[in-house]
């Protein structure tokens, strides 16, 4: 069987034209993340494939537990979902929309793991150097890791910098050894 991510490319990427084409991405990424709450509930999970389950009732019980946040192309974009046996396929679908909203948008995700917490001041500098840097809107999520020793490893996709005392360490250790 394919990879769900690769399933689900088509299916976000057709999310994200309709959603872009009628200016409504951040509406359509909170119901396709509502909706993708909902299937990952064990007790609707079970019910996919299940065949005593109809395609209806299956899209029905989606719709009503997702609530108002599915409108009425929301609706049909669940019901094509459970008529090409894809709607378990709704949690990738979500986070490959996500991706292509703040790719579109202009936002990049930057992980900062540093050996301290980092202040509040620290994070501000931090995230307008790497707005400068990447030419984009940056969501900082930071983490710690003591056994950096000191400095920190950035990540943003599959760009990563690394300033750790860790690494240096390791790199010195290397030279000596080779």
């Not at 990952?40 to 005593?52: E, F, I, K, M, T």
Request: with cysteine; proline share 4%; aromatic share 4%.
């Amino acid at each position: 069987m394919a990879d769900k991510t690769t399933v689900a490319r088509p299916y976000a990427r057709a999310a994200f034209e309709e959603a872009r084409d009628a200016r409504r991405l951040g509406p359509w990424s909170e119901a396709l993340r509502t909706a993708a709450a909902v299937v990952q509930d064990p007790r609707v999970h079970r019910l996919l494939g299940n065949p005593a389950v109809s395609d209806a009732q299956l899209a029905q019980l989606v719709m009503d537990l997702a609530g108002p946040q599915l409108d009425e192309h929301g609706r049909n974009f669940v019901r094509t979902l459970v008529h090409n046996r894809r709607l378990a396929c709704l949690p990738e679908i979500s986070a490959l929309f996500d991706r292509l909203k703040d790719e579109a948008e202009g936002v990049v995700d930057v992980t900062v793991t540093s050996a301290a917490p980092l202040g509040n001041a620290q994070r501000s500098a931090l995230s307008a150097a790497l707005e400068r840097r990447l030419k984009r809107q940056v969501r900082l999520q930071c983490q710690t890791d003591p056994s950096l020793i000191g400095g920190a490893v950035l990540q943003a996709g599959d760009l990563v910098i690394d300033g750790s005392v860790r690494s240096r360490l390791d790199h010195i250790a290397y030279q000596l050894t080779a």
